[in-house]
């Protein structure tokens, strides 16, 4: 059971819970910091197996998100929505609308924007009874493209510390889930000439992948074993476990999915086996760099938004330098780097 100890063992912050009954809405907000300015972060609308796996979800990426916001230096603390799907049928606009009206209770404590699960138009819906939502298709759009570009990024900086390659022309990249981020990848590494094997629990993303991308399809039980260069994980949380490890067959792991470790004794258990980690809430920020930019009181740039996500490629070379130079694994070198900015 989620308890105030789980909370301080993270680092929070607060968490919220709302419920609406006329909608359906069962949300929790987490915000794990508002040190340097307001903690935003997406709105996640899938299924879960237990009111506790909800909350667990959105501590851990809450604070995922305030580590995030240090490491690429945008003035924001960190928070993460969780909405429970309902398991029957449901009047979508009614649910979004109720959750906006929860993340205006908060008084701009929590921004929200899109997630897995949500998109543009639910940004939309939460835009009518709130203004702290970003991604609307009034303001910067759907943010996927970026945080993909972020990614790519830094692929290349970890194929250059780890391969010495100074491009991803003919890098094998494996890459778990080609949805809204994933797709958008796939797409920079092919037009720069890598290799692509994919996997989707959707057909139809599957299919677009393989027919617009010359992408070789495996089952998804399969994806994180294939002999590769690069494992990308872009799908839901926890793909390096127990259970994956030991199958792995690549050089590095880079992917835009957040908490790809189960545990963090994982990290220890990839170097052991010569496998670089790109730490993922440092290589996938693209996103929420978008939204920050359009959130700051300036405006939105889109030229200093493209240069702000491109230089994820100079944050994770220093990250993996870093780690060689000290001797400590990459996630312990970005965990440090977001502290000191968070604590310091």
Known sequence: MISFDTLVSHGFGSAHVFVDPCSGLRSVIAIHNTRHGAAIGGSRFVSYLSDEAAWLDAIRLARGMAYKAAVAGLPLGGGKAVIMKPAG?????????????????????????????????DMDTVRRVTRYAMGSTAGSGDPSPLTAFGVRRGIEAAVAAKLGRDS???????????????????????????????????????????REL???????????????????????????NDTTLPQLACA????????????????????????LYAPDYAINSGGLIN??????????????????????????????????????????VADAMAEERIYG
């Not at 010359?214 to 390096?240: K, R, Y």
């Not at 590095?252 to 052991?272: F, K, M, S, Y």
């Open 89 to 121: 049928e449901f009047n979508r606009e009614a649910l979004f609308e109720a959750f906006g009206r929860a993340v205006e209770s908060l008084g701009g404590a929590y921004v929200t924007c899109e997630d897995s699960g949500t998109g543009t138009a």
């Open 252 to 275: 590095i792991i880079a992917g835009a999915a957040n908490n790809v470790l189960a545990e963090p004794r994982h990290g220890q258990a990839l170097a052991d086996r010569g496998i």
């Open 168 to 210: 991803v022309d003919g890098i094998h990249v494996a890459i778990q889930g080609v949805g809204h981020v994933g797709y958008y990848l796939a797409k920079e590494l092919a037009d720069r000439g890598a290799r692509l094997t994919v996997a989707d629990v959707n057909a139809e993303n599957l299919d677009r992948a393989v």
């Open 291 to 332: 939204v920050a930019f359009e959130y700051r009181p300036e405006g939105y740039n889109a030229a200093e938004v493209h240069a702000k996500v491109s230089a994820v490629y100079e944050t994770m070379a220093t990250i993996f330098e870093r780690s060689a130079s000290i001797g400590r694994l990459p996630h312990e």
């Open 214 to 240: 010359g992408a070789t399809a495996v089952s998804p039980e399969a994806i994180h074993a294939v002999a590769c260069d690069v494992f990308a994980p872009c799908a839901l949380g926890a793909p390096v």
